[in-house]
């Protein structure tokens, strides 16, 4: 048995969080391989090391004096390092790095070095061998990430250690230059990691007890998800329910390892399961609600679209064109509705406009802005009749005017589109009549 552990940027934020996270990994075996983030957040208004990085390199491209800067995040690294009372000097890394600094290095080097650091001194406090993601961690000559190689490759070293530590958030292009993956993508190296370990379970370590059914923002003390499958938690996350990275599901996701999610700061609590598939059931008919605002609908009406060949194709041409994803198309018989991105879509909505008259030759167009999108999503919901009667006798109760419906054939979810200013109010009646009432 053997387990990979991420632990995120507020669980190594200090040398306190450090001693946790050394005691959770000393107290199993099983956890052999560590991802560690950069350091986070100590406290709320604090500022992460990875933002820190950013902001000195931007001074350092504009050739403006980053000294004091540079100095801050090294501190932020001494007082880690003095607390833990290690004998390790980073005085030669910081050396390499205001230099590259000055060579201009980019901005992805620039923020890799929180990990990079951070890594050095968990696998030095731990006593376990350090891997520096840039030799495990591949990137193609495009800046795709090259699963084939990096899995190959990783594999192979972890194969030669009983224990190590390797840095999340970067790797290495083919010619060297080190890149990082989109901001929270220490999740996806820990994946990967797991996935090259072949390891039973994939735990990745954070500030909360797992995932929660709705967001804390709307929903006062929201219950915990217990299991969740990965499909279910990829509508989830792709609708905005934070936590865990979206792509970070993936490599795990082909090997069927399970995710535990976990607190660092609460190590007795199971946290959140995420599974292949499961035959427990959820304690409600749906696992979570997450929703996004911000969205246009174009309503395109022509009459006997129905019978039209190639008129789908025509107006998603249109979006296409002008580089704009489309995120769902309900349809009517003579009308179909394009929802997009609102900050995407509003500078180019003439231009749209314009190339679906001359492609697709609607009779009229309409466009509304400030709308929400709300996905319910459940494995229960298969298996359950009235789910969507409930919704929206919900949302009917409290008076939300539901603009669009959507079901995936899987059953797995229902969306529902609303005003941006019937968002919360719709998740509070949907979360009511499930969860808290449980009928
Ligand atoms: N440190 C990086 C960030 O803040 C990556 C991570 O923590 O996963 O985005």
């Given amino acids: 048995m053997s387990k990979v552990v991420k632990f995120g940027g507020s669980s190594l934020a200090s040398a306190e969080q450090f001693k946790k996270v050394a005691d959770i990994i000393h107290s199993d075996e099983e956890r052999r391989y560590v991802v560690p983030s950069a350091p986070g957040k100590r406290f709320k208004e604090d500022t992460k090391v990875t933002d820190m990085l950013y902001a000195c390199y931007d001074m350092a491209e504009a050739g403006k004096d980053f000294e004091k800067a540079i100095a801050a995040i090294e501190a932020r690294y001494e007082e880690i390092i003095e607390g833990l009372g290690l004998d390790l000097n980073l005085d030669g890394e910081f050396e390499i790095i205001r230099k590259n600094f000055d060579g201009k290095a980019g901005s992805n080097y620039a923020a890799s070095r929180g990990e990079y650091l951070n890594g050095i001194i968990l696998a030095n406090y731990l006593g ?67 996935k090259a370990a072949q390891a039973d379970v994939y735990e990745n370590w954070t500030d909360v007890s797992g995932f929660l059914v709705a967001d804390p923002g709307i929903i006062k003390n929201p219950r915990r998800i217990d299991v969740i499958t990965y499909r279910e938690l990829r509508e989830l996350s792709y609708m905005g329910a934070g936590v865990l990275h ?34 427990q059931k959820s304690k409600y008919v749906i696992t979570g609600i997450a929703g996004k605002k911000g969205f246009c609908c174009v309503n395109i009406e022509k ?27 309900p349809s009517g018989i ?28 609607p009779d009229s167009i309409e466009i509304e802005a400030d709308l929400a999108l709300i996905a319910v999503v459940g494995r229960g919901m298969k298996s359950t009749r009235g789910t969507a009667g409930r919704i929206f006798s919900a949302l009917a109760h409290v008076n939300v005017n539901v603009k669009m419906i959507d079901q995936g054939s899987s059953e797995l979810n229902i969306i529902i589109g609303v005003a941006n200013d019937d968002f919360e109010t719709a998740i509070k009646a949907i979360y009511d009549i499930f969860v808290l009432t449980n009928l």
């Fill in 334 to 361: 003579d009308t179909l509705t394009v929802f997009v991105h609102q900050d995407e879509f509003m500078h180019k909505e003439q231009k749209v406009a314009a190339c679906l008259y001359r492609v697709a030759k």
């Fill in 128 to 194: 376990y061998e350090f891997i520096d993601a840039a030799e495990v961690v591949c990137f193609d000559a495009e800046g795709e990430f090259d699963q084939e190689r990096t899995n190959r490759l990783l594999s192979g070293r972890l194969a030669q250690c009983e224990h190590a530590v390797i840095p999340g958030f970067y790797g290495a292009m083919p010619d060297g230059s080190v890149k990082t993956f989109s901001r929270g993508g220490s999740d996806i190296t820990g994946s990967i990691v797991a």
């Fill in 246 to 279: 979206e792509d970070s599901i993936f490599p795990v996701r082909q090997e069927n390892i399970p995710i535990n999610i976990r607190n660092t700061n609460a190590p007795e609590d199971n946290g959140t399961w995420i599974v292949g598939s499961t035959c």
């Fill in 303 to 329: 009459a006997k679209m129905n019978s039209e060949i190639g008129f789908g194709r025509k107006v998603l041409e249109a979006f296409e064109e002008n580089g704009i994803s489309f995120e769902h198309i």
